[in-house]
């Protein structure tokens, strides 16, 4: 693996763009201004249909903390299931205890879920106590990357904990840098780290297409979605760093 290059979707147009500008994996999600919530299986279905590259739907049940009830356990559980049966290549999952600590126990049972799907452990790292002794649990429970900012809202205020992560991790498991990653310091991230794996939204804002809007709604319709150009940035840059 020269690197790795994952983007967000947040819709299947979104999906279609990643494929083609040479990412390698597509991270599914629904409800961007949550952080990502599982996509419907409507949504995973259509976007396994349209695309050919890795397809990893977030297994997360709503917004805010990754504290869960045994009811939205039960209902990550069945949304691993449906993840397998429509073809889906991993999942990005994530469970704490109240007190910071890796869910261990239920971590478990969604990892065994997922059967011969590849699992990540998503940014819930980041809200961790002691991000090396998680880092030990999740290589041991079997997941094959980590995404992380490195316990900041972004990478670059996170770089150091990553380089830290990246070294302690050694071939044992990936440290995905992401949150904030862009063509403009991805480079600076890459050089920095040593990380060979890296997730971008490369997000754009673009206007609803409707031609009559209600103005007394006062509300703004426009979607999130994968910017081409920058994925293409992004891509062109890493290409040039680790073939030199």
Do not use: W
């Not at 349209?50 to 009830?69: A, E, K, N, V």
């Not at 002794?133 to 094959?144: R, T």
């Not at 205020?157 to 830290?164: A, K, V």
Request: include cysteine.
């Amino acid at each position: 693996m020269k690197y790795e290059l994952e983007v967000i979707a947040f819709n299947i147009e979104s999906c279609l763009i990643a494929e083609e500008n040479g990412a390698n994996r597509i991270e599914l999600c629904a409800n961007p201004n949550e952080g990502g919530t599982t996509p419907s299986a409507g949504m995973i279905a259509e976007a396994r249909k349209s695309t050919s590259i890795q397809l990893f739907p977030i297994i997360r049940p709503r917004g805010g903390d990754f504290l869960y009830t045994d009811q939205e356990f039960n209902a990550m559980l069945y949304d691993i299931e449906t993840c397998k049966n429509l073809g889906c290549d991993g999942v990005v999952i994530g469970m704490l205890t109240k007190e910071g600590n890796i869910d261990i126990v239920k971590c478990a049972q969604l990892i065994k879920n997922a059967g011969d799907m590849s699992v990540t452990f998503h940014r819930s790292f980041d809200r961790v106590n002691d991000p090396l002794l998680a880092l030990e649990q999740i290589i041991e429970l079997g997941c094959k990357r980590i995404l992380t900012s490195g316990l900041k809202p972004t990478v670059m205020e996170g770089i150091e904990m990553l380089t830290q992560l990246v070294q302690h991790a050694g071939s044992r498991i990936t440290i995905m840098p992401g949150s904030g990653v862009r063509s403009n310091n991805i480079i600076q991230l890459a050089e920095t780290t040593g990380a060979r794996a890296f997730h971008s939204s490369a997000r754009k804002n673009i206007s609803s297409e409707m031609n009559y809007l209600n103005i007394g709604m006062n509300e703004s319709l426009n979607q999130v979605n994968l910017d081409a150009e920058e994925v293409q940035n992004i891509k062109k840059k890493l290409d040039q760093f680790f073939i030199s």
